[in-house]
């Protein structure tokens, strides 16, 4: 992609972001192990659209800072990242699209911030009382996060024989060569890692406030990470409009996979 990249001091850390077009502001949060690239395939048809598109490299990473510890990663500091970085911006209010741990830190900011998200557009995770509540379904597909919690092992483990069990935990070649090169970088893997470490409370059933925004969710049935219920059950926690469109196929990075089946819908929910 070629759009202009700027380096903004936002909530005490240098950040990578992306801003490209003119128009209403679009704000698109990545997860893990992405950076702003995983929604290359979006981008040139939302700037076409009308949208001035801003794609930030989340905190620890890209080629955002690394912050020191654990803690600095709780979802509090994920929360005024994205609010740090509308007020640099000088926005008021946003239409909000975010998947994998981008769509933890963008359903934590409508809970805090309703007022600045004009509608919230998730793909792949729900409402965290949703997601925590997911039963025994939920917590099998969520194995990771348990294992995410041990210190070094994580690290270790995905790094080992070539990086052979990250190639195989997420199963998708077409990104493994954007990831690899970048969580090769000193202190990159442990950073995203460091996303679950910091919030492992998350997959505890737990009753969360209410979203107090239009919510139109986007999962596909490919998600080896998650189930469809914890998307569509977050009806239940949504004052306002709730769609949930489920497309049949796609894996869990769905706006890469099939962005021929997403990129129609999200146009439809944006408007």
């Not at 210190?151 to 954007?178: M, Q, S």
């Not at 996303?195 to 490919?222: C, E, H, M």
């Not at 706006?255 to 408007?271: K, T, Y």
């Amino acid at each position: 992609m070629d759009y202009p990249l700027q380096k903004l001091q936002i909530n005490g850390l240098q950040m990578n972001v992306l801003i490209a077009g003119e128009g209403e502001p679009l704000l698109l949060v990545h997860g893990f192990p992405d950076t702003h690239t995983v929604w290359r395939k979006q981008i040139p048809l939302l700037i076409e659209a009308g949208y001035q598109v801003i794609a930030p490299d989340t905190r620890g990473c890209g080629d955002s800072e690394i912050p020191a510890q654990i803690a600095d990663y709780h979802r509090d500091n994920l929360v005024e990242d994205l609010r740090a970085l509308l007020d640099t911006l000088k926005i008021a209010k946003v239409r909000l699209v975010a998947h994998d741990w981008g769509a933890v830190q963008g359903w934590f900011f409508v809970l805090k911030y309703p007022g600045r998200v004009e509608r919230y557009i998730p793909l792949s995770v729900g409402h965290p009382t949703a997601y925590g509540s997911g039963g025994w379904r939920q917590k099998l597909k969520g194995w990771y996060v348990l294992m995410f919690q041990l210190p070094w092992f994580p690290e270790w483990l995905l790094k080992t024989a070539n990086w052979w069990v990250l190639r195989k935990f997420t199963a998708f070649p077409e990104e493994f060569a954007h990831w690899q090169p970048m969580l090769s970088r000193p202190g990159r893997l442990s950073a995203g890692i460091n996303y679950y470490r910091a919030n492992a409370d998350i997959i505890l059933p737990k009753q969360w406030p209410r979203a107090r925004v239009p919510v139109y969710g986007i999962f596909s049935t490919g998600d080896n990470f998650l189930t469809e219920g914890q998307m569509r059950n977050s009806a239940n926690y949504v004052d306002g409009p709730f769609r949930c469109v489920v497309l049949e196929g796609p894996n869990h990075w769905l706006q890469v996979d099939a962005p021929e089946m997403v990129n129609p819908v999200l146009l439809q929910f944006l408007r």
